[in-house]
Nanobody, 119 residues
Framework: QVQLVESGGGLVQPGGSLRLSCAASGSFFRINTMGWYRQAPGKERELVATVTSGRITNYADSVKGRFTISRDNAKNTVYLQMNSLKPEDTSVYYC?????????????WGQGTQVTVSS
């Protein structure tokens, strides 16, 4: 059973910073691409950022220059450093990972963590 567990969400003022973490646990051989998505009320889930196993990154235009995604392969963990936060960044943030196990390649999601940017 593979699980993704997120942490680090919360309430922050505009212009502030937060760091999200997501750790993968369970039985698997390899973690391929990891990423963060977000979903605001009444909106579709959207990509925020991804990072490959080779640390190639991709960002949504709306977060470029403000957010940084990174990963620690030894800890099976992906991070999202969010700076210069704006009210429109308010969403539930979900961790996502493409993981290879004895079942083959599967996509996994975390439970979500709330990020609220408000004064």
């Amino acid at each position: 059973q593979v699980q993704l567990v997120e942490s680090g969400g919360g309430l922050v003022q505009p212009g502030g910073s937060l760091r999200l973490s997501c750790a993968a646990s369970g039985s698997f051989f390899r973690i391929n691409t990891m990423g963060w998505y977000r979903q605001a009320p009444g909106k579709e889930r959207e990509l925020v950022a991804t990072v490959t196993s080779g640390r190639i990154t991709n960002y949504a235009d709306s977060v470029k220059g403000r957010f940084t995604i990174s990963r620690d392969n030894a800890k099976n963990t992906v991070y999202l450093q969010m700076n210069s936060l704006k009210p429109e960044d308010t969403s539930v943030y979900y961790c996502n990972a493409d993981i290879q196990s004895w079942l083959g390649n599967s996509e996994y999601w975390g439970q979500g963590t709330q990020v609220t940017v408000s004064s």
